[in-house]
């Protein structure tokens, strides 16, 4: 599977737009892209996922240029209660498990 | 919204004990899993299941664990003799048909 790449940490600060890039650059033409968000000591929240372009839901949107080789993760207007660890992983569909990496801690500020 | 559920949510063992943890995946959902998450560490893909049989299963998952659904709703791990480096969170998922994983809240397993 493509190995992931995402910065460590980035701050925000209240109503602000909060940015995520994640590279994938070996995903695969079967590879899907998801994004988790996790609070310590509970268990990983299901975001947002998709294949190409653009996806929204109610929490966030997920931007996946032609290439594939990236993808953003967009949440508007953060407040405090989005200070959390996300993770971008990519996946194949009808494999079994999903491979976390460290992925980027987002810390919101007042 | 249906979620996944675990019990207990902290479980305190002595080393050597055996321990099972319990999850009720999603209702209509086919693919079950099991990860871990040592403090401070990435979470870690333990095992996956489907129809009554493991799909996949990780180097963690050695002879000392089991995986089982005994009825229709339940999903269990079991470690047969815990040692100190299992202490970790366990984190039950099932999987829909649109390939997405929901995860419960876990279950904090401490060995001493």
């Known amino acids: 599977l493509a190995k992931t790449t995402q910065p460590i940490s980035m701050d925000s600060y209240e109503g602000q737009e909060v940015n995520i890039t994640c590279s994938h650059n070996?995903?695969?033409?079967?590879?899907?892209i998801t994004w988790y968000q996790q609070f310590p000591s509970q268990g990983p929240r299901f975001i947002i996922q998709?294949?190409?372009t653009k996806v929204t839901n109610e929490v966030a949107s997920l931007f996946i240029p032609a290439d594939r080789k990236s993808s953003t993760l967009s949440l508007p207007r953060v407040s405090l209660s989005d200070t959390a660890v996300y993770y971008c992983?990519?996946?194949?569909?009808?494999?079994?498990?999903?491979?976390f990496g460290a992925g980027t801690t987002v810390t919101v500020r007042a | 919204e249906p979620e996944v559920t675990q019990t207990p949510s902290h479980q305190v063992t002595q080393m050597g004990q055996e321990v099972i943890l319990r999850c009720v995946p999603i209702?209509?959902?086919?693919?079950f899993y099991w990860y871990r998450q040592i403090l401070g560490q990435k979470v870690e893909f333990l095992v996956s299941?489907?129809?009554?049989?493991?799909?996949?299963k990780s180097e963690i998952f050695d002879d000392q664990f089991s995986v089982e659904r005994p009825d229709g709703s339940n999903f269990t791990l079991k470690i047969r003799s815990t040692k100190l480096e299992d202490s970790a969170m366990y984190f039950c998922?099932?999987?829909?048909?649109?390939?997405?994983?929901?995860f419960g809240p876990g279950t904090r397993l401490t060995v001493l």
């Open positions: 998922a099932s999987r829909d048909y649109a390939d997405t994983q929901y």
């Open positions: 070996n995903i695969a033409t079967n590879d899907y």
């Open positions: 998709g294949y190409k």
């Open positions: 992983l990519v996946y194949r569909s009808n494999d079994y498990k999903l491979s």
């Open positions: 209702s209509n959902h086919l693919y």
């Open positions: 299941f489907y129809n009554n049989e493991i799909s996949e």
